[in-house]
């Protein structure tokens, strides 16, 4: 089992940064792959990043490549999401979300989730 709790959201002008993070209970957070998903109201939930168990894959929505950054302290047991030029179509709620299967974009590859933290980017 493993518990994922996030932290770091807020609201933030268009153009500026916030660095999420999804703290995880339990020994074995280094064997997981992370992923970061958001959901905006009245959207399906989106693929944001992943990174591998080790830190050495990582994978990025479209959207999002050249302004996020996903990394992870395993000494910690938490993964970040580090989100520059923010825009307001950013504006959603992040949740993380652990994988034994490794990195991947696929919400349902994931079996643990996180509550969310909101994410708010004015214009």
């Known amino acids: 089992q493993v518990q994922l709790v996030e932290s770091g959201g807020g609201l933030v002008q268009a153009g500026g940064s916030l660095r999420l993070s999804c703290a995880a209970s339990?020994?074995?957070?280094?064997?997981?792959?992370m992923g970061w998903f958001r959901q905006a109201p009245g959207k399906e939930r989106e693929f944001v990043a992943t990174i591998s168990w080790g830190g050495g894959v990582t994978d990025y929505a479209d959207s999002v490549k050249g302004r996020f950054t996903i990394s992870r302290v395993n000494a910690k047991n938490t993964v970040y999401l580090q989100m520059n030029s923010l825009k307001p179509e950013d504006t959603a709620v992040y949740s993380c979300a652990a994988s034994s299967r490794g990195a991947d974009n696929r919400p349902n590859v994931y079996a643990y989730w996180g509550q969310g933290t909101q994410v708010t980017v004015s214009s």
């Open positions: 339990g020994r074995t957070f280094s064997s997981y792959a």
